[in-house]
């Protein structure tokens, strides 16, 4: 009887499910391009009822191979495969309830992108200028608060919006072009419709939408385009570990398991190594791979089929839509591992020229470069990112200034690093930092030292890598970590109307921080020419007596950096040490001051600092 109840209830509402109005709300991607290496595309149809109708379509080399229906209703997945001869237009799809057509769709399949000089990649011998874009420059006042947003401005409040959008930095991309910075990396600028805290971008409530406050997606492809007319590279930060609370799906899920579901809050436990540990519990694992990254950003579930594909297609769109040059990945051991690797095969496959480098947060060399792709791992995983951060080698420019010497301590932190390279499939593309968004300043690592930072720098931006230089730190921005995220994501002075001093212009900067502006200014347009630096071998020497020398060599070039850590002694350098390389050269340039250096076999470094001499023939 009760089962013949459930029966009548449920045709009843299947019925009145049928006569409701059925409508479209969203298709994801909101368009495709013909003629892209993979033919396949898989369309997100959202809609009231959506799933009670037929999906048909009729287009020359368009197939409507499967229409893919899930728990909730309001839902479809269609599978198109595109063929290569298609040619662009408009794709009408009809969703016919039996015989009737219930609703069309105009689906815009578009020529590819063909400006100039995108999709460019980026290697050693670019230098990334990282920038929060709510902390950087308010080029339009007038979105700082927006309707279709909750959070609203409150510079004030550190951990508030502050008003700094994508015009803020168009306006400035002739500064960063002009410091020597090659390459942009931004901080996410989605949509986060977050109640608080949605200043820094990684709780995105929109994977295809700039959130209002920053600007528009027409205005990000502004930025690429000034970006590559000013042959500055664009690095788009994304994040595939979590969406944010507010994120519109949240509230009808396409199926539950896109969320790892937990019974009470379970957080991750932040500890990467666990995927690559041969003896990781269980229990771990399901607690680094499942457990949320903080209780507003629910953890995706990249192993449900559907949601992979929309991630991976989310990302290609953004590359062909803007332009993009590289990416950078959020939390990379944080996702399924396997997923991580199909989606960076999936976007090399179709953009061979391009880079990825995963955030790769692990304090050992040898878990990081697990996560390269190319490793030659013994559980046989390939992460096929190309690149990865080089925390180890962050730790040690932080350490090495600020220690004594010693055996491994003080400059010896740099060379066990280097000297561990060969655990890498790839060592030349790291990104290397001093610091980032998430941590300690640099200048304020390096106990605001001006000596110590020129060091630092000086071996950053000569060793290999792909530097990278967060905002403000060429004029010795402050701030540690403890005090808050955002006293290390401060307002860039000079970026809103009304602030007293401008980095732009130099007006009102200390004479330090103008010294230190002009330092970094120098060797970034130094180095920007620079195949040596580029593309160089390395070698260097045991670090002796608290001197480290590092050289960077072609068959007719070389560079020299000397670093003398000793705090009040001068060292003049034994020659006969370095004749491998000294030997085949006559006489040098001295870089940071600019000086000539006559004499090889005669060089004098003085205490706590860094020489990096050209030499010449
Ligand atoms: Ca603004």
Known sequence: ?????????????????????????????????????????????????????????????????????????????????????????????????????????????????????????????????????????????????????????????????????????????????????????????????QEAYSYHGYAISDFYKVDSRHGSNELFVDLVDKAHEKGVKVIMDMIFNHWGIAHWMMKDLPEQDWIHQHESFFRSNFRGPVVSDPYASEYDTKQMLTGWFDVNMPDLNQKNPLLSTYLIQNTIWWIEYAGLDGIRVDTQPYPYKEFMADWAKAVMAEYPTFNIVGEAWLQKILITSYFQGGAKNKDGYDSHMPAVTDFPMFNAINAAFNQNEGWSEGLAQLYYVLAQDFAYANPSNLLIFPDNHDLNRYYESMNKDFNKYKMGLAFLLTTRGIPQIYYGTEILMDGQEHQGHGFIRKDFPGGWAGDTINAFTGNGLSPMQKEAQAFVKKLLNWRKNNDVIHKGKLVHFLPNEGVYVMFRHTDDQAVMLVLNNNNEQAKELDANRYREILSKYKTGNEIITGTAVNDLNKITVPAKSAMIIELSK
């Open 1 to 193: 009887m009760k089962q013949k109840l459930l029966i009548f209830i449920f045709s009843l509402s299947l019925a009145l499910s049928l006569t409701a109005k059925t409508s479209i709300q969203k298709i994801e991607p909101m368009n495709w391009w013909v003629g892209m290496k993979n033919p396949n595309l898989q369309l997100m149809i959202y809609g009231e009822n959506i799933a009670s109708t037929q999906p048909e379509l009729n287009y020359p080399g368009v197939e409507l191979k499967k229409v893919n229906r899930v728990d909730n209703p309001n839902y479809l997945f269609l599978d198109l495969v595109i063929d290569a001869a298609t040619e662009p237009g408009n794709i009408s799809i009809l969703f016919k309830e039996g015989k009737k057509s219930r609703l069309k769709y105009t689906y815009e399949l578009k020529p590819r992108n063909t400006k100039q000089n995108i999709h460019q990649g980026f290697n050693a011998s670019d230098v990334i200028y990282l920038l929060m874009p709510d902390r950087f420059s308010n080029g339009n006042p007038d979105n700082d608060s927006t309707k279709d947003t909750r959070e609203k401005d409150d510079r004030s409040n550190p951990n508030g919006r502050h008003g700094g959008d994508l015009q803020g930095v168009i306006n400035h991309m002739d500064y960063i072009a002009d410091m020597g910075f090659t390459a942009l990396w931004l901080n996410p600028f989605l949509e986060n419709n």
